[in-house]
């Protein structure tokens, strides 16, 4: 299948992932979720330690879908997209090496992350409720205004 001259890929993880599109206006396609850096690869097989990097790819991913998400409440095509495929992904690894083996790289992450972030804002982000997001996104709409 081709859209726009790109070669659309199926693979273990994308149901439902595609690119949309009519009239030369195609909306979605993301190359690592459903284009050719899709295409599973025969005769690969990852060793532990390179499916727990993949584990850190894409929980990265994943939880930059989420911060965005939580400091801007605006997403796109692509995350949409992203969103779903790095969970799959994350999940299909847990079934195979363990929860165990990925939740130590899951949490690996997420304390790089945290370092990184303002210490207020991953507070509010892990912990606070609605209004708490709320007023984040005011703060910050508020912050790039001047």
């Not at 396609?29 to 850190?56: C, I, M, S, W």
């Not at 801007?72 to 090496?97: K, M």
């Not at 997420?110 to 708490?132: M, Q, S």
Request: charge should be negative.
């Amino acid at each position: 299948m081709a859209q726009e001259g790109r070669r659309i890929c199926q693979n273990s993880d994308n149901d439902y992932l595609f690119p949309r599109g009519h009239e030369g206006c195609v909306i979605g396609y993301v190359d690592e979720v459903n284009g050719e850096g899709a295409e599973e690869v025969a005769g690969f097989k990852p060793t532990r330690h390179e499916l727990l990097q993949l584990v850190k790819y894409w929980y990265g991913r994943l939880l930059d879908i989420n911060w965005c998400w939580f400091v801007y409440a605006q997403t796109g095509s692509t995350e949409i997209r992203l969103g779903p495929f790095a969970q799959r992904r994350v999940n299909r690894a847990a079934a195979v090496i363990g929860e165990d083996a990925v939740g130590k790289a899951i949490e690996e992450v997420r304390n790089d992350f945290k370092a990184k972030a303002d210490a207020r804002l991953w507070e509010i982000f892990e912990n606070g409720n609605l209004k708490e997001w709320e007023a984040v996104r005011d703060e910050i709409e508020r912050a790039s205004r001047k």
